[in-house]
């Protein structure tokens, strides 16, 4: 399926008007090769697991850069923990293991069923809206995308963020790992 998505900053407190359903917990871990090739090719390997269900994604590059929306492939696994030695054996190595509390919604568009999640990550402040519409082809994703930006406007949402959850942890990783050092001790007089 082609997954028509645009991620947007929000307020926590941002509920749509739409159907909503049980909140849940996603923990994903996102699995690449020893020197990252995967994600070099703009690839996404994902093993999650929710309400004791894991699910195997591969991410394909962006369709749509200006939104990182991606064609995805994925299939319910029966064992999560032999999926990922599964994964393992075959050289593939976790490299990102993240959280997302997500509150979901369903609602429609101008003809388009779209899926509404309102997320928190575990290495993040913010609160994101990601609005989402499930097409068949290319075509009728990259269609999708300027009424998911209508229905955005139409609920006060206007600050897009493209970048994956992926991107963000490792901007975020790499921001904690140059961070200037604390002082413990006091400086040594000057003589």
């Known amino acids: 399926m082609f997954e028509a998505e645009i991620k947007y900053a929000a307020d926590s407190a941002f509920a749509p008007i739409g159907a909503a359903l049980p909140e849940t917990v996603y923990r994903d871990v ?12 703009g690839r996404e390997l994902r ?19 200006a939104t990182a929306s991606k064609e995805e492939l994925e299939t319910v696994v029966a064992d999560g923990a032999a999926m990922a030695a599964i994964l393992h054996s075959l050289g593939y190595a976790p490299r990102i293991a993240l959280s997302k509390r997500v509150r979901r919604f369903r609602d429609a568009f101008h003809g388009l ?17 990601e609005i989402e519409h499930l097409a068949h082809t290319r075509e009728a994703a990259q269609a999708a995308l300027p009424h998911i930006r209508a229905y955005a406007a139409a609920h006060g949402l206007t600050r897009e963020c493209p970048r994956a959850y992926t991107a963000m942890f490792q901007a975020n990783l790499a921001q904690k790992e140059h961070a200037p050092c604390t002082r413990t001790t006091p400086p040594s007089p000057r003589t």
């Open 113 to 129: 069923a779209l899926d509404i999640a309102v997320v928190t990550v575990d290495f993040a402040p913010e609160t994101f809206v």
């Open 30 to 41: 996102y699995f690449d090769t020893p020197d990252d090739a995967l994600a070099a090719a």
């Open 47 to 65: 093993l999650r697991a929710c309400d004791g269900t894991s699910v195997l994604t591969c991410k394909r590059p962006p369709f749509d850069a």
